[in-house]
């Protein structure tokens, strides 16, 4: 008798197990790892911001090396979402920006990380909501620096994003 309450049990138990899972696949992983949230309930959360990558979109002509002139591209920041666009700059290397949005008040980071460095250290150099912004900088060190742009609107941004110096264009992070 024991040992069928004991079976019973277990079966009960790992039934419950299985739905507490699959609830929590569909309400939390799914929105937070892959963007995808059948219920809704991952965006209201903010769960969905954690993986960014798969609706920002880019349109640019790619550049390797570092030349004269300059370089635009148009950035689209999903509603309630963050993005990142870096270049690679050399210690000491200068360069001049200028974005501007559509029109909204976008959320932006302009910062950088040291090449090589792997705790996570990064230098914000300015920091703003605004819907455009125009200067320069140079690097204090060698590394990827750029812009984080952050959408605290309820529909996408379009950003117009322009600038020279001497770099490697990363793109999107």
């Given at each position: ?131 455009d912004m125009q200067g320069s900088f140079t690097a204090p060190f060698a590394g990827s620096h750029g812009w984080y742009f952050k959408n605290k609107t309820d529909s996408d941004i379009q950003i117009q994003l322009t600038f020279s110096g001497d ?7």
């Amino acid at each position: 008798m024991n040992a069928h309450l004991s079976t019973k049990s277990l079966i009960k138990a790992t039934l419950i197990s299985l739905v507490v899972a699959a609830f929590t696949l569909v309400l939390f992983i799914l929105p937070a790892e892959y963007n995808i949230d059948p219920t809704g309930i991952g965006q209201k959360l903010g769960l969905t911001i954690l993986n960014p990558s798969s609706e920002a979109t880019i349109n640019t002509s790619p550049k390797t090396a570092s030349s004269e002139g300059e370089d635009t591209v148009t950035l689209t920041v999903p509603t309630g979402r963050g993005i990142e666009y870096k270049l690679a700059i050399e210690q000491f290397q200068k360069v001049k920006y200028e974005w501007l949005t559509d029109g909204a008040d976008v959320y932006v980071d302009l910062h950088g990380e040291p090449r090589g460095d792997t705790t996570g250290y990064f230098e914000s150099y300015t920091i703003a909501t605004t819907p455009d912004m125009q200067g320069s900088f140079t690097a204090p060190f060698a590394g990827s620096h750029g812009w984080y742009f952050k959408n605290k609107t309820d529909s996408d941004i379009q950003i117009q994003l322009t600038f020279s110096g001497d770099y490697v264009i990363e793109g999107l992070k």
